[in-house]
């Protein structure tokens, strides 16, 4: 075992101990032991436990301890260290600039327990205010996060929007040429990406090396038609090279999934597909034009065959947003800041404010004074920006055993509710589905919010029956919200096609904590239409009077 080992590990056990308030000066002898280990000239693991004990600065406890951990690859009182404290937290302490006193911070009093919520909570910003921290840290440690995302070569769709659609761009110039398509998982929307596919409608010269490290790729591997390559940032990209005549096809063979090529090849046998476009070669297989989003090999050429695919919605179709935060609680901006953003930039007519309820100390929810309070400055707003509207509601957390945070009193006094789950996430699927049902069965409950919790990347959602679920808000008129955030997107684009069969409304709700955020809704739509939402099935492609009546009505029920 190296030196270098035996110091982090120890490194690690001090940390672990200061984190569980341990005696002050076994904290410090075990870290000022680590750094002697690391600045040895030898290799300690050679000596036996009596020359260890005789290294200046360890001494018997310190020894014993590395003595164990060379023999059996364990230090005990590491172990039930490690066995007390969450493994996003172990994580957390990877991360530059966060020591013991700041992850204690986090997990105690922010009650986050792992690096996806920590990176979520520096998008909130949510850091800012807690002891200990301020901007230029929260900052940090978000590079950090992403600097780590960025080298296991995953993306979010929304990191690497920008780079594509520049990268698109630069190889257009370079290459003299505006006959190149982003393809693959991209075009497909998936709302995580771990490679770049472009078509390339161009021959591969001795000069397409230098062209491409001109445009910031580097080779790796090269063909007669593929060249792959590797960016500065960790993204993978492949190009794919071909001819006019078969521009058509491989625009179908490199978008979809490998599944939807192999089904729609079996409809083109002896068709004739050279010089044919996309829309003609679906055209040559007898079914209507499939649009990249839906081309997983699922269930789109059912569809197809019975002519009835979805029209997919836009994002010119959203009428307003709902669940959105405030300063009343965690938010960046102002109510009345929010509120004309929305009217003046992006031209909507209303919004849904949702602020955290009571139970979400850590995000300063709103107690009930506090409640009527932000009623009152709404009721002042609404008179002051007529004829836009801001809708009074909540974002009430779902109690353990799946009731709301508030009385059915204070509940009533909301236009709207969107219940969700914040805490308490470790639970077996019955007990989480039996949570989130008993919630949708509230008869004030408006939209179930984020339905799984997930944070893509780096935590799974907590484990519920979908279908049971789904059933549960079809048979209680209950939304259900896509989380347009691009860390959560969440409805699964893969349920949301069960929810329209089932006749469920879905909501598209950019979770914005400051004006920036409502453009998530971008990347909310992108995601619905993967599901294969038509604007008739979301909430909030209803003009204002609309929503005003079915928030009405469900009141009523």
């Given amino acids: ?150 080298s296991n070569g995953r993306f979010l769709y929304a990191r690497i929007d920008n780079f594509a659609e520049n990268l698109l761009q630069n190889l257009k110039n370079h290459l003299s040429t505006q006959e190149i398509f982003l393809t693959g998982q991209y075009r497909r929307r998936c709302e995580v990406i771990d490679l770049l ?91 209507p034009f499939i649009e990249p989003e839906l081309r997983e090999g699922i269930n789109e050429f059912e569809l197809a065959a019975a002519y009835k695919l979805p029209s997919l919605i836009l994002y010119s179709d959203l009428k307003g947003t709902l669940h959105n935060h405030s300063t009343w609680s965690d938010g960046i901006h102002t109510l009345e800041e929010m509120a004309v953003f929305c009217k003046d930039e992006l031209k909507l007519s209303y919004l849904g404010i949702c602020d955290h309820s009571k139970s979400a100390f850590y995000a300063n929810g709103l107690n009930e004074i506090r409640v009527a309070a932000q009623h009152r400055e709404i009721e002042e707003l609404n008179i002051r920006h007529a004829p836009f509207h801001i809708f009074k509601g909540i974002e009430s957390d779902i109690l353990y055993d799946g009731s709301l945070d508030y009385s059915n009193e204070v509940l009533a006094t909301f236009d709207f509710v969107v219940a969700s789950v914040h805490s308490i996430l470790k639970m077996s699927e019955e007990k989480a589905t ?39 808000c079809a048979a209680n008129n209950v939304v259900i919200e896509i989380n347009a955030n691009p860390l959560r997107l969440d409805l699964d684009w893969r349920w949301q096609h069960y929810a329209v069969q089932k006749g469920v409304l879905l909501s598209i709700n950019p979770d914005a904590h400051r004006k920036e955020g409502f453009y998530d809704m971008h990347y909310g739509t992108l995601i619905a239409r993967k599901g294969g939402i038509s604007k008739d099935n979301c909430l909030n492609t209803l003009d204002l009077e609309q929503v005003k009546e079915l928030f009405r009505r469900r009141k009523l029920n």
């Fill in 434 to 472: 039996d949570r989130l049902i008993k919630a949708i069965e509230n008869p004030f409950t408006t939209i179930l919010g984020h339905p799984t919790g997930r944070l893509l990347l780096s935590r799974s959602g907590y484990p519920i029956d979908h279908r049971k679920v789904i059933d549960a």
């Fill in 1 to 150: 075992m190296e030196n270098k080992t035996i110091a982090r590990t120890l490194r690690l056990l001090s940390q672990l101990m200061e984190l569980h308030n341990e005696n002050p000066f076994k904290v410090k002898t075990i870290a000022n032991a680590a750094f002697k280990v690391d600045k040895l000239p030898y290799s300690i693991s050679n000596k036996i436990l009596a020359e260890i004990e005789q290294i200046d600065g360890l001494g018997k406890s310190t020894a014993a301890k590395i003595w164990a951990l060379i023999e059996t690859n364990s230090i005990p009182e590491l172990s039930d260290l490690l066995a007390q404290t969450p493994p996003g937290i172990v994580e957390m302490m990877r991360i530059k600039g966060l020591g013991p006193k700041k992850i204690t911070v986090i997990w105690k009093d922010l009650e986050i327990e792992n690096v996806g919520e920590l990176y979520y909570a520096c998008n909130e910003n949510r850091l800012v205010e807690a002891k200990g921290f301020g901007l230029k840290t929260q900052e940090e440690i978000k590079k950090v996060i992403e600097f780590n995302m960025a």
């Fill in 197 to 287: 596919d472009i078509l390339i409608v161009h021959t591969i010269s001795s000069e397409t090396s230098a062209i491409l490290a001109n445009a910031g790729l580097i080779v790796s591997v090269q063909n007669e038609n593929i060249i792959e390559c590797e960016t500065e940032f960790g993204i993978n990209v492949k190009l794919v090279f071909c001819s006019s005549e078969t521009l058509g096809w491989q625009m179908i063979l490199q978008t979809g999934s490998r599944e939807h090529a192999d089904e729609l090849a079996l409809k083109l046998v002896n068709a004739g597909i050279s010089g044919k476009s996309e829309q003609e070669i679906y055209q040559l297989a007898g079914i």
